[in-house]
DNA sequence: GGTCGTCAAGGGGTG
DNA sequence: CACCCCTTGACGACC
């Protein structure tokens, strides 16, 4: 038997006007004349996204959802080289504060996924240090939210670079450069065209780094078809977190355009995962990246009462047998 | 009120 | 090297 939390990325779309993810450029940034005026509105907008960060878990825990992927952009603008000295923090440690708090109280699940410039791979110098930057605000934002950043990112390996072996090697070259306290935020996932779950795999066995599987991602690319024969070694680079296995599911837009994600998850191919992997493991928590945000949550819970073998724990969980 | 081009940031592919 | 594509959501200019 196995225990299966299901979560979903980012925004609801359930509850109205719940953006965490407003922004502003530097272009905007630029038009406002009166400078500390600009670093007020940026200021509003940050204090904004994290009090409906905050309804979304609310929203959340209503729905007995315990699982929950933050944007990346909670703060525009943090990582921008060349603006004022803007102490972000300062603004926000009470937001921050209240969200750890809630989050506590729940006992939820919740994670990052930094945007497709965070890479670690990188031969450029510049892009391995705004990597570095980008992710020490992650780990700022948890350490504001008292949370243990242990594995709260996920990143992708990063490019090929014309050689697909030498930029697995350049990783761990990189990743030795990089601070333990950030090294031990990071888990790492399969992509779509680079990377397949092998190539992961002897990252993330080399370096002590978990693996998060995603399994639209893997129908899409690879080497070797047949995961399950793997499973357990993929299952084995989570055993020194303090978090349940996770992983990632979606579906297929179309056939043609195969590696987009389509608004909803196909039951079907989650069952086949599912069917593969239970028993292997107590728990694990399924991070569904559907359009649909939050209505793919409750349509999937929804499409799984159909199959005899799974119990219905709650609004977002279930027992595999 | 709806539509569409633009946005700080990378990488891949094409010609 | 130049250019366009991917991809995500939000913004804001414009009609």
Redesign the pocket.
């Known amino acids: 038997m196995t225990f299966v939390r299901l979560g979903y990325?980012?925004?609801s779309l359930k509850v109205p006007n719940s953006?965490?993810?407003?922004?502003?450029?530097?272009?905007?940034?630029s038009?406002i004349e009166n400078e500390n005026a600009a670093i007020l509105k940026l200021e509003r907008?940050t204090r904004s996204n994290l009090h409906n960060t905050l309804r979304i878990l609310r929203h959340n825990a209503a729905h007995d959802i315990q699982f929950y992927r933050m944007t990346s952009?909670l703060v525009?603008?943090?990582?921008?080289?060349g603006l004022p000295d803007w102490d972000y923090m300062a603004a926000i440690v009470d937001s921050l504060e209240e969200i750890g708090k809630f989050v506590a109280e729940k006992e939820m699940r919740v994670d990052f996924h930094p945007?497709?410039?965070?890479?670690i791979?990188?031969?450029?110098n510049?892009?391995l240090k705004?990597t570095v930057k980008?992710l020490i605000l992650h780990k700022r934002l948890l350490e504001g939210m008292n949370i243990d950043p242990k594995h709260r990112c996920v990143l992708h390996i990063?490019?090929?670079?014309?050689d697909r072996v030498l930029?697995l090697e350049r990783f761990i070259q990189n990743w030795m450069l990089i601070p333990t306290s950030i090294q031990n935020m990071i888990i790492l996932e399969n992509d779509d065209?680079?990377f397949h779950f092998e190539d992961t795999l002897y990252l993330c066995e080399k370096l002590g780094i978990p693996l998060v599987f995603d399994y639209h991602h893997h129908l899409a690319h690879h080497e070797n078809k047949h995961w399950e024969a793997q499973w357990d070694r993929i299952v084995n680079t989570w055993s020194p977190s303090p978090l349940p296995v996770k992983m990632h599911i979606s579906s297929p837009k179309n056939e043609k355009?195969f590696?987009?994600?389509s608004d909803f998850v196909d039951v079907e191919m989650f069952m086949d995962f599912l069917n593969e992997i239970k028993g292997s493991v107590d728990q694990i928590d399924c991070m569904i990246?559907a359009?649909r945000?939050d209505e793919a949550l409750f349509k999937l819970m929804k499409d799984l009462k159909q199959y005899d073998h799974i119990e219905i724990n709650d609004g977002a969980s279930f027992y595999i047998k």
């Open positions: 990325v980012a925004m953006s965490p993810s407003q922004t502003m450029t530097i272009k905007n940034f038009k907008i952009r525009p603008l943090a990582t921008f080289e945007d497709h410039f965070v890479l791979n990188s031969p450029k510049e892009v705004m980008t990063g490019g090929v670079y014309g930029a065209k680079s355009q590696r987009a994600h990246e359009k945000k």
